[in-house]
């Protein structure tokens, strides 16, 4: 406990006292004669006894209510006043100076050590990587805006070129050229083997065997019992000259 050293109840009962707790008071009673009290702390639920049994209470008093105090701590030693200010800035994720400047005159940071105005103005520069970054994204302005847009009105006769546009005359033809290559596969093969079958059929297949024939661009499909080589190169022959 950091606050407070530890008693063995252990010791006390085994030297013959009788140690008593309810939900206020924590007793150390010997051969009948009250020789310790301590309280009960609200916060913790721990018996406290005083260190001093002279002084023992003999009505329980009240603990007040916890108060909660708002504190800024740092684990680090700054080197200057200007790092103090930038390593502050970061610990409230880089808001923009002025956000910042306003922040500190509506006395919202009352208890943290160096964060003061002046000080703000002096070191923390106006633009950082951070706060940059951070409000990079921004919606754009007028996308939902709510007034009326006007259009702006053709002339009659750009609009009569744009849906009939003049023929233009020329005195030289336009020639157009496009290469094509062409590679010659005459004679050229692909197969193939689709997935196995859940099942094997009644007459004993267990795949499809694909052929395209490059010369025909036809694509040619039988059933194979088995995926062996000899299998496939048989039914390629037999395929092919079909």
Not at 26 to 44: A, C, D, F, P, S
Not at 60 to 69: K, M, N, Q, V, Y
Not at 179 to 191: Q, S, T
Not at 219 to 237: F, G, N, R, W, Y
Request: charged content about 25%; proline content about 6%; overall charge positive.
């Amino acid at each position: 406990m950091a606050h407070a050293s530890l008693i063995s109840i252990k010791i006390l009962c085994d030297a013959g006292c009788n140690v008593t707790y309810d939900t206020e008071n924590g007793n150390v009673n010997y051969q009948g004669k009250l020789l310790w009290r301590g309280t009960r702390e609200k916060i913790t639920g721990m018996w406290v006894l005083p260190l001093n049994p002279e002084h023992m209470p003999t009505v329980a008093p009240s603990t007040p209510e916890p108060t909660s105090e708002h504190t800024a701590n740092s684990a680090y030693d700054m080197t200057s006043k200007g790092a103090l200010i930038k390593y502050l800035h970061q610990c409230l994720f880089s808001p923009p100076k002025l956000t910042l400047l306003r922040a500190i005159e509506n006395n919202r940071f009352p208890t943290w050590p160096g964060l003061a105005a002046d000080a703000v103005k002096k070191y923390l520069p106006e633009k950082l990587p951070a706060t940059d970054r951070g409000h990079m994204k921004r919606q754009r302005k007028g996308m939902r805006s709510t007034k009326e847009r006007i259009k702006e009105a053709l002339d009659d006769s750009e609009e009569k070129k744009d849906i009939n546009p003049p023929a233009t005359v020329e005195k030289q033809n336009h020639m157009f050229c496009y290469l094509g290559k062409v590679d010659k596969k005459d004679g050229a093969i692909y197969v193939d083997l689709t997935g196995n079958f859940h099942l094997q059929s009644m007459e004993g297949m267990i795949t499809v065997f694909i052929l395209y024939d490059w010369t025909t661009n036809a694509i040619l499909a039988t059933p194979i019992s088995d995926a062996k080589e000899e299998t496939m190169v048989k039914h390629s022959v037999r395929m092919w000259h079909i």
